[in-house]
């Protein structure tokens, strides 16, 4: 399983090598360069998946969260900031 992944800030394009955390998904991400705050895109469990070179640990073991339907914007978003997908 991989464990790095460069994040790509669509604001900057700023490239990061993270290493990725095996428990959780990581929902939440500032940019380095700009500061910008990343969050998931739509359908996606995490930063990782959504702008990162490899999908999260979770992901890459086919073992994604069941999102909520009919959740939008900050509604989604404070839900998922703290959400951790591994015991």
Not at 25 to 33: A, P
Not at 53 to 74: H, I, V
Request: a negative charge; aromatic letters at 6%; hydrophobic letters at 30%.
């Amino acid at each position: 399983m991989a464990l790095e992944s460069t994040v790509t800030c669509l604001n900057c394009r700023t490239m990061t090598p993270e290493t990725m955390p095996e428990d959780h998904c990581v929902v939440v991400y500032e940019c380095r360069g700009c500061g910008e705050t990343l969050r998931p895109k739509t359908g996606d469990c995490c930063v990782y998946c959504s702008y990162g070179s490899m999908p999260c640990p979770p992901a890459q073991a086919g073992q994604l969260p069941t999102l909520p339907t009919g959740l939008k914007g900050d509604q989604a978003r404070s839900m998922f900031d703290s959400i951790r997908l591994w015991p």
